[in-house]
């Protein structure tokens, strides 16, 4: 089994920065996408940023030049260092990691548990 632990929710005020952490553990082979999707209240899970084991990176709109998505392939962790943080971006976050758990084995996308990042003065 594969198990992924978020850290460094909280809450922070308008303009403010936080920096997320998740990091995979168990019977990992090796991983290929790694990232992060967030859910507001009453509000459809949606895909903030994703990054590649090469380090190719993909981030919604409503975070470029704000948020950064960078990753640690040895230690299997995914970072989210986000700045300028608005009100809107109150949601949950959730990691994920798309995990080979042997050679010939296809990935599965793992979850982890979510994490509060509450924006508000």
């Known amino acids: 089994q594969v198990q992924l632990v978020e850290s460094g929710g909280g809450l922070v005020q308008p303009g403010g920065s936080l920096r997320l952490s998740c990091a995979a553990s168990?019977?990992?082979?090796?991983?290929?996408?790694m990232g992060w999707y967030r859910q507001a209240p009453g509000k459809e899970r949606e895909l903030v940023a994703t990054?590649?084991?090469?380090?190719?990176?993909n981030l919604a709109d409503s975070v470029k030049g704000r948020f950064t998505v960078s990753r640690d392939n040895a230690a299997n962790t995914v970072y989210l260092q986000m700045s300028s943080l608005k009100p809107e971006d109150t949601a949950v976050y959730h990691c994920?990691?798309?995990?080979?758990?042997?050679?010939?084995?296809?990935?599965?996308?793992?979850w982890g548990q979510g994490t509060q990042v509450t924006v508000s003065s």
């Open positions: 168990g019977t990992i082979f090796s991983i290929n996408a």
């Open positions: 994920h990691a798309d995990v080979s758990t042997g050679r010939y084995r296809f990935p599965y996308r793992y």
């Open positions: 990054i590649t084991s090469g380090g190719i990176t």
